[in-house]
């Protein structure tokens, strides 16, 4: 397979999808984070953090709350050094005994060497039962 740095072809960009999906469905913060350059910038919903230590003190956090987090994204288009994905996760809020869904877009910039430099996503969440569960 052609290498996973920009320009990016649509073969690309799905692999690059895909490899995150894998990389965010470990659930493991420091890994999460060497996606990113070290000044990486993002916005997440209400939240902006800058650089890999925030990333991980982020995502360590996410994942004490969201509980058998399962994530599946989807490539939506790219150009030369972009990435557009809309994604879909489920947890489980156990203090709350609540399952939820999440909806979303993520717009990612890559530097030359296909690491993310810029991650600015946007989702709404949505109560379910455990019947409408889709990630079992």
Not at 58 to 67: G, N
């Amino acid at each position: 397979m052609a290498s996973l740095v920009p320009p990016f072809t649509e073969a690309t960009a799905k692999a690059k999808v895909q490899r995150a999906e894998d990389l965010w469905n470990t659930k493991d913060p420091n890994k999460v984070a060497l996606a990113y350059t070290p000044d990486s910038v993002w916005r997440n919903r209400d939240q902006f953090l800058r650089g890999r230590e925030e990333i991980i003190g982020f995502l360590q956090k996410k994942w004490d709350v969201e509980k058998r987090y399962k994530l599946r994204k989807r490539y939506f288009c790219h150009n030369d050094n972009k990435i557009a994905v809309e994604f879909e996760y489920e947890y489980l809020d156990e203090v709350a005994g609540q399952w939820w869904r999440a909806y979303g877009i993520e717009h990612w910039t890559f530097n030359q060497d296909g690491v993310m430099e810029r991650r600015d996503m946007s989702a709404n969440n949505i109560p379910i039962s455990s019947e409408e569960r889709m990630f079992k």
